[in-house]
């Protein structure tokens, strides 16, 4: 068997078994409340380094537990950032559009969608929005399914044109992602705000979570709403994911078959399932034209983790064999390598 199986099996193994795992309620607490639970030097090294990277929340959560919560001042001469940034919740954290993590997000929709019949990923885009939602040739076109989309592997590019069969070729695309909502919407006949409420962020406890129409400057990525959200209600959904699909009240949002298939390693990426990042493969293909990278996506992290990622260092990361949960967000990072150098200090605190 190869090192690829084996580890594929033991991620599976930590996914599937999240189901049985008892529910622990969320207890936030501030850092300083938890300072003894850990090594302060090692936490001190990790707080110095997440805030001297641009970090506006950081949040850490083992086994239901805070370790630690801080909210930090965005920087004020950075222009592109403000086009993200909202106003603060009660506790004092930034309210933001995350970005690209909003994938993630509305890959549990779709998750659910699948639960309530409304969805078949084998079955064509065009069976639900229509023909002639790309610039490929009608055949071509027919053969770009649910499931290509999903997995970044729809064979077009960002302006839609058509540059390889379907399935064959992973291609991080943001505006060929942005038609999902679009899938969702038209299979529920409901608004995507209606969609978001009812079936993920009420049952998840999100109370800060909602989508708002972007600037112009960033519409013109070809995703014209942005998912904003705090560093708490990241963690709730974290939570869910954490407990393999099921809310910190207990109610279940999405079933075990069709949680397990959002983290199934894609064909064209084992980096990557149904929009989202996972740790653990031989191999990565990085988004934005990055090509090929042997080995895993955080060679720093445990081989389980997945992770929601959006730009300017937005993270997400979920690790099942630690029952760990870490948000952080901001502007972006300075250190190229962030995400290595985070999870360098943050094991040494999560033991």
Known sequence: MSRFHVKAMLVATALAGLAAT???????ARAAAQAE?????AMTRLLDYVHNQNTTGFLVIQNGKTLVEQNWPAPA?????????????????????????QKSFVSVLVAVAIDKGLIAVDKPVSDYIGAGWSKASPEQEAKIRVIDVLTM????????????????????NTPVYAVTKR??????????ETITRDWLTVPAGMSD??????PAALASVGNDTGLVTSPRDIARFGYVILHGGVAESGKRIVSEASFKAM?????????????WWLNGSDYTMRALGGGRKEGPLNAAAPADMVAA????????????SRKLIVVRTGPSAPDTDFDQQLWLRLMKVVR
């Open 263 to 275: 983290f199934a390693r894609s064909a064209t990426n084992p980096a990557y399932g149904r929009l």
């Open 309 to 320: 990622l959006g730009a300017f260092e937005r993270r997400l990361y979920v690790v099942p």
């Open 22 to 28: 008892p529910l622990a309620p969320l207890a936030f």
């Open 183 to 192: 899938i969702l919407t038209a299979a529920a006949k409901q608004p995507l």
């Open 77 to 101: 001469d950075d222009r592109q950032f403000a086009l993200f940034a909202y106003e603060r919740t009660k506790d004092g954290a930034l309210l933001e559009d995350v970005a690209s993590q």
């Open 37 to 41: 639970q850990g090594d302060k030097a």
């Open 209 to 214: 979570t909602a989508w708002r129409k972007r």
């Open 153 to 172: 592997s729809s064979g077009l590019n960002d302006h839609f044109g058509y540059e390889a069969p379907a399935g064959t070729l992973f291609n991080y």
